[in-house]
Antibody
Framework: EVQLVESGGGLVQPGRSLRLSCAAS????????MHWVRQAPGKGLEWVSG????????AYADSVKGRFTISRDTAKNSVYLEMNSLRGEDTAFYYC???????????????WGQGTLVTVSS | DIQMTQSPSTLSASVGDRVTITCRAS??????LAWYQQKPGKAPNLLIY???SLEGGVPSRFSGSGSGTEFTLTIGSLQPDDFATYYC?????????FGQGTKVEIK
């Protein structure tokens, strides 16, 4: 069974940094592209960042480009989101998500974690 | 960047109704479109991928159609478990834009 468990969320002041982690199990992690998607309370889904199986393809939403960095560690079956210069509008639940069948980056998301809440406030 | 526009934003319907949600892309995305269902407090669930392919385990009352810039999600006969918010998402190109969502409410 696919399991994605996010951690690292919490309350952080504007301008500070936070690192989210996602521990994956139940599938061959190294074969799949991974993504981060966020959802502000009561709002819609916003794709944040994605990384291909071999880290060759990395992409970011314009809203986080230059501030957030995605990475993965196949040995630890984990994907990370380093978030710098945080703003109030970054407050959201952050979901880790796995893409469909292995190979290409250009495949839909088919599994999600339960999310971790990041609150940016002074 | 390609924008995804869903309509309507809210839809009121009764059990047994046929429901259609539309998603429009600002440029052609071929068939690189997925539909997700999300219930309050839960992560989204994949329903449809490649515009019209039903994800395993999803009831057959859900169907998708379209290509290029216009797509639809149809629920053939609305069931009590279907009251939720639905999102489309493009997955061609580097970025993965979602539509703004359609909330299906009980009439």
């Amino acid at each position: 069974e696919v399991q994605l468990v996010e951690s690292g969320g919490g309350l952080v002041q504007p301008g500070r940094s936070l690192r989210l982690s996602c521990a994956a199990s139940g599938f061959k992690f190294g074969d799949f592209a991974m993504h981060w998607v966020r959802q502000a309370p009561g709002k819609g889904l916003e794709w944040v960042s994605g990384i291909s199986w071999n880290s060759d393809t990395i992409a970011y939403a314009d809203s986080v480009k230059g501030r957030f960095t995605i990475s993965r560690d196949t040995a630890k079956n984990s994907v990370y989101l380093e978030m710098n210069s945080l703003r109030g509008e970054d407050t959201a639940f952050y979901y880790c998500a796995k893409a469909r069948p292995p190979g290409s980056y250009y495949l839909p998301i088919d599994s999600w974690g339960q999310g971790t809440l990041v609150t940016v406030s002074s | 960047d390609i924008q995804m526009t869903q309509s309507p934003s809210t839809l009121s319907a009764s059990v047994g109704d046929r429901v259609t949600i539309t998603c429009r892309a600002s440029q052609s995305i071929s068939s690189s479109l997925a539909w997700y269902q999300q219930k309050p407090g839960k992560a989204p669930n994949l329903l449809i991928y490649k515009a019209s392919s039903l994800e395993g385990g999803v009831p057959s009352r859900f169907s998708g159609s379209g290509s290029g810039t216009e797509f639809t999600l149809t629920i053939g006969s609305l069931q009590p478990d279907d009251f939720a918010t639905y999102y489309c998402q493009k997955y061609d190109g580097y970025s993965r834009t979602f539509g703004q969502g359609t909330k299906v409410e009980i009439k």
